[in-house]
């Protein structure tokens, strides 16, 4: 049984040849020993998860099912609500709010289904940023090379599962938090359709692009984890009212009949080599000769820009006006100078908006599956401000989000996949579909996992 | 398409901030003038771009 296998390990306790306390005491003992070096943890919940733990325990001892995920260890981005801790979403400011008193529903789903959670992962403040140095409780660092950046913003969610803490773990995804870290850090999420998932309970940032999904270091824990967190729920009015369309069933189902293309123009420029060599390594895996060009997407970047900064800013307006100061430095002038920009920018952001979802569904007319890098460059180290790309000098925070902004923008289903590769630093390849269709993300993620072109890195 | 003169931005930053009751501490105004120079150029990219009528309203069920 591995630490990073949490359908295994949920197999060993749902069948008596392991229990969840012994589980969880290992996972406790593997954060303790770890985590100082990564900085992954703001909260570990060592009472609760022992409790949650010995409950599943008794459910198998009693005969009752201890639900799917039985025993397996998890944790969430510190923008959950979790019953009895503060929310503090990578903010001092709001370590003064009450603790919440219920559980966001996706976590009460993994509870529900006898997952353990075991503590709260630091992000950048509020979500906005995509490589979690959150100057108030200290960066994440990649499990890879300390030295460099996880991502982010769910940079804590990322590298818990690279550095071998728990198998799978909650983020959020804006304008690219799953995808940016799983890809920095060598590991699997997903950023499912805008409005699959409940986001009740968590603390939103951009209301038109906020997503949450999970990642992990296996398809199937992905899919097992986006399996149980799926269904409506009337408590978030985004949340779609659809039937939950299981993804672990799929896993075996393989790509045949699949029209898969590599994505060019803007998603074939402005990064380093590696990163197109993983795409063009899964391209021939899945025999994808076909590209197909989307339009403009420095004009979709730069709409989901102004929509992010006039969202985020409006949402934190009230400590802006009357804590400035308390903000994190990495967000602070961010927000104010979003709390400045006229209206029509938004309106006519939104509009655009419109004219490049319709511009996609097309596309989506002659093709199933399109291939994209996530990251145009590996992890950068902590604290660049700068980067070389093809020998030109880019800011490296905003860049990462290059090929990960026009996707959420208009919410489309999202998988990064580890690709297995000789660099010392991993890299991300993004399989997109269309609305909805989140089973052909996994009918592929898991085919390339099985034929070896995809594989996350776990620290041993 | 020209990207906005700081200086002119700065000046927006000056007035328009005390009127949204949204006062800038000094040392984040020039950190705040160089977000907005480029929200303000992200702006400039799509007001050049020719839409038809694309409609936005949220859904909004009385």
Not at chain 1, 38 to 44: G, H, K, P, Q
Not at chain 1, 193 to 201: D, I
Not at chain 1, 251 to 256: I, N
């Given at each position: 049984m591995r630490s990073s296998d949490g359908l295994g390990v949920a197999a060993e306790v749902r069948t008596g040849r392991a229990s969840a306390r012994e589980t969880v005491v290992a996972a406790l003992a593997r954060i303790r020993a770890r985590d100082p070096g990564?900085?992954?943890?703001?909260?570990?919940l060592e009472e609760d998860a022992l409790r949650d733990a010995a409950a599943v325990d008794a459910a198998v001892a009693a005969g009752?099912?201890?639900?799917?995920?039985?025993?397996a260890p998890f944790a969430v981005k510190n923008l959950f609500d979790v019953r009895g801790?503060?929310?503090?979403?990578?903010s001092r400011i709001n370590a003064g709010n009450a603790a919440a008193s219920r559980d966001a529903t996706v976590v009460a789903r993994l509870r529900g289904a006898g997952a353990v959670l075991l503590g709260a992962l630091n992000m950048d403040e509020y979500a906005?940023?995509?490589?979690?140095?959150?100057?108030?409780?200290g960066p994440t660092r990649n499990?890879?090379?300390?030295?460099?950046v996880a991502g982010g913003s769910s940079g804590g969610s990322a590298a818990a599962v690279a550095g071998g803490l728990v198998p799978f773990t909650l983020g959020s995804d804006t304008n690219g938090s799953i995808r940016v870290p799983a890809s920095l850090c060598g590991i699997y999420g997903l950023k499912p359709?805008?409005?699959?998932?409940?986001?009740?309970?968590a603390a939103l940032f951009g209301i038109s692009f906020d997503h949450v999904g999970p990642l992990a270091a296996s398809v199937r824990d992905l899919a097992a984890a986006y399996d149980v967190m799926q269904g409506p729920d009337?408590?978030?009015?985004?949340?779609?009212?659809r039937a939950v369309e299981p993804c672990l069933p799929v896993?075996?189902?393989?790509?045949?009949g699949l029209r898969i293309a590599v994505a060019d123009g803007h998603f074939a420029t402005?990064?380093?080599p590696e990163v197109f060599a993983a795409v063009e390594s899964v391209a021939k895996a899945l025999g994808a000769v076909r590209r197909v060009t989307i339009e403009e997407n420095d004009r979709a970047r730069a709409a989901a820009t102004i929509i992010t900064a006039s969202e985020g800013a409006s949402l934190h307006v009230e400590d802006l006006r009357?804590?400035?100061?308390?903000?994190d430095r990495m967000t602070r002038d961010r927000f104010l100078a979003g709390a400045l920009l006229p209206a029509a920018f938004y309106v006519r952001a939104q509009r655009f908006r419109s004219w490049y979802r319709a511009q996609v569904r097309e596309i989506f007319r002659e093709v199933d599956v399109l291939l994209a890098p996530?990251?145009?460059?590996?992890a950068s180290r902590i604290g660049q401000d700068t980067i070389a790309v093809g020998g030109v000098e880019v800011p490296a925070r905003p860049m990462?989000?290059?090929?990960?902004q026009p996707l959420s923008f208009i919410g489309l289903p999202v998988l990064s996949v580890p690709v297995a590769g000789p660099g010392p630093l991993p890299v991300g390849v993004q399989l997109v579909v269309a609305p909805w269709k989140e089973t052909t993300l996994f009918r592929v993620a898991a085919a390339l996992e099985r034929d070896g072109v995809a594989a996350a890195r776990i620290v041993p | 398409m020209s990207a906005p003169d700081p200086a002119d931005v700065a000046r927006y930053v000056d007035e328009v901030a005390p009127l949204l009751a949204l006062p800038i501490p000094p040392e984040c105004r020039e950190g705040v003038v160089r977000n907005l120079v480029g929200l303000l150029i992200a702006g400039d990219q799509l007001r050049d771009f020719p839409l038809g009528d694309e409609e936005t309203a949220p859904v909004f069920e009385p």
């Open positions: 990564l900085n992954c943890f703001s909260a570990v009752r099912d201890p639900g799917l995920l039985a025993g801790l503060v929310t503090l979403a990578g906005f940023g995509f490589t979690t140095e959150n100057s108030h409780f499990p890879h090379d300390p030295a460099r359709t805008y409005g699959r998932l409940s986001r009740s309970g009337a408590t978030d009015p985004v949340c779609a009212s896993l075996d189902d393989g790509t045949e402005g990064g380093e009357t804590r400035p100061l308390d903000f996530t990251t145009p460059f590996p990462l989000g290059r090929y990960t | -």
